[in-house]
């Protein structure tokens, strides 16, 4: 299949910050039958993240405030690139930082490694003070990085991952597709809180964090819609869908909904290989239904 440009052998990704650098699930899965390989977020410099606890369990669902701690660009160059030279899958590189010249300088190092398919620009962590999220809020914000990191990017496929907490997604959708994203990846995590009633304290150090899984699916599917329907299908960028993806009927939704491919996240803290297990599951709805072509899936919403 196709997507952005690159060919993939199926449409299921690892989603950013749930499977590591590349071979930490390698005892768990054949990460190079994933269609695409996510990176945790790499900052210019390494990040401790937040005091903890920095994630909580929540009924369908879970918090994290981890801050994104990463071991930054030279470690990640010296101890992880090796690891992704072996890999045969796509590997996208997710990144992150407080400042667009940083964001620039991870991109422009990476841009050179043959073996990094291409980027995703986190502008959409909602548990750092400075950078993060602000970034994706407002859409003259999200066009300036999109673009500066679009040059930095040279020839690699840029995907802009897209923040849920704002009045319009539609707008910095928008935003980023004028600053020269070759995909949006939507959505990140809620942000969220969890009390504890005997304390009256949140239970995160960092007071909020980041909701995930199940609890957000139906609003995930719903923006992936609306984003298809209102930006996206006529300016032919695809969507890398997720949120709360833990069954291939999940990620059907997602495709049916409009996404051209899938990421999975925190399923794979329940089970390391959901991804894979997803991946026959939508082979086997394709068969089922008399479905050719996966495109033939995408954004079939009736
Ligand atoms: C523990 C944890 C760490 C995460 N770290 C990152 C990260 O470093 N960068 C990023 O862009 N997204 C990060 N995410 C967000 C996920 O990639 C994903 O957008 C979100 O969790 C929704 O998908 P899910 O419900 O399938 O987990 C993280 C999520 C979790 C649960």
């Known amino acids: 299949m196709d997507f952005a440009g690159l060919r993939l052998k199926n449409p299921v990704f690892t989603a950013s910050g749930t499977c590591g650098y590349g071979d930490e699930l390698a005892d768990f899965m054949d990460v190079n039958a994933l269609g695409g390989f996510i990176t945790k977020s790499i900052t210019l410099k390494p990040r401790k993240g937040n005091r903890t606890p920095r994630i909580v369990e929540t009924d369908a669902g879970m918090l994290n405030a981890i801050g994104l701690a990463n071991l930054g660009l030279d470690r990640f160059l010296a101890e992880k690139l090796p690891v992704i030279e072996k890999m045969t899958v796509p590997v996208f590189v997710n990144v ?60 690699k496929t840029l995907i802009v991952k897209l923040s849920p907490n704002v009045t319009d997604i539609s707008t910095t959708a928008r935003a980023a597709i004028e600053g020269g994203a070759d995909a949006l990846s939507l959505i990140n995590t809620f942000t969220a809180m969890v ?98 072509r996966l495109s033939d899936l995408v954004g079939s919403l009736s």
């Open 96 to 155: 992150a930082g407080e400042l667009i010249e940083e964001y620039v300088a991870v991109v422009e190092r990476l841009a050179r490694e043959e073996a990094i398919a291409g980027f995703e620009l986190n502008i959409s962590c909602p548990n750092v003070a400075k950078g993060g999220i602000t970034f994706g809020r407002d859409p003259c914000q999200v066009t300036e990085i999109t673009s500066a990191v679009r040059k930095a990017a040279g020839a």
């Open 195 to 292: 009390i504890d009633i005997e304390t009256r304290k949140p239970v995160l150090a960092n007071r909020t964090g980041g909701l995930s899984g199940p609890a957000i699916k139906p609003i995930a599917v719903y923006l992936v819609s609306k984003i298809y329907s209102e930006v996206t299908k006529a300016a032919g960028i695809p969507i890398l869908g997720l949120g709360g993806i833990r069954t291939a009927a999940d990620a059907i939704e997602f495709l049916i909904a409009g996404a051209s491919a899938v990421a999975v996240g925190t399923a794979s803290f329940i089970q390391p290989d959901t991804a894979i297990q997803i991946i026959d599951g939508i082979r086997d709805y394709c068969a089922r239904h008399g479905i050719a």
